[in-house]
């Protein structure tokens, strides 16, 4: 997972305080690329703007896959776009940049000598990821046609306050090992909000988290709320790059049913 940043030390300043992440020197070679750390293992990665490019501020996750150049071509005839890529980096790894059909950015990782995350799941650390699309017929048919996932859609039963709401789940490897979620964007989002694929970090208390986010110029958008995977609150950055923060020890409620 990384991210672009104009601003790069005020990100490493930002969730350094909201994340407790530390830093390590920036690679001249690679684009200045900066490794995050928590607890002194990998977590993330920070670097700035190519020169001549003015995208937004917006987390990136990779997909692992044993050959990018393969997933690649899954990509295409599944009906999404190859941004960028198949890409060695040095003896890293491979990495392509794509596009699902609907529009949401993700990477994918050919791992060399960075195998990804060497924290997950944790406080500091990458916990969750949902795909938010408003055409979820397409991201349900392209998911599974690119990655070895199964898919369950989740039961809302006769709760009114999901009325409306559509959640899927994507498992590797049976319904016990749940990777990605899928939710579809109703009129509560606004037009100009596109589809994206929003990541939760693992923190030790969400309402603290939210507070050192707010004091460091970020937004709460949404929570927090209590759940039965963990208080919640979706936010963005002082730079505006969207993520979430997830006390995952603090667990209110059923779990829900699948159909």
Partial sequence: MDAMFADVEGAKAFYGDVL????????????????????????????????????????CLYFASPDAAATAEKI????????????????????VIAKEPSGAVFGVWQPGEHKGFEKAGEAGSFAWA????????????????????????????DDPEAAGMDYKVF???????????????????????????????????????????QARGGRLHFGPMDSPFGRFAALTDQQGAAFAAIDMSTRVGEMPKFA
């Fill in 130 to 157: 949902e795909v938010f699309t408003r055409d979820v017929a397409k991201v349900d048919e392209f998911l599974p046609k690119v990655f070895p996932y199964q898919a369950r859609q989740m039961d809302l039963g």
């Fill in 171 to 213: 498992s590797l490897g049976g319904a016990e090992n749940p990777v990605l979620g899928r939710m579809n964007m109703g009129d509560e989002f606004p037009p100009e909000v596109p589809p994206h694929i929003q990541v939760f970090f693992g923190v030790p208390d969400c309402d603290e988290a939210v507070q050192k986010a």
């Fill in 76 to 95: 295409r005839s599944a009906g999404g776009e190859v941004a960028m890529g198949p890409m060695q980096v040095g003896g890293f790894g491979t990495m």
């Fill in 20 to 59: 407790g992440w530390t830093f390590g020197e920036a690679a001249g070679e690679y684009g200045n690329y900066t490794q995050a750390y928590s607890d002194g293992k990998a977590v993330a990665a920070v670097v700035p703007p190519m020169p001549g490019v003015d995208a937004p501020s917006q987390w």
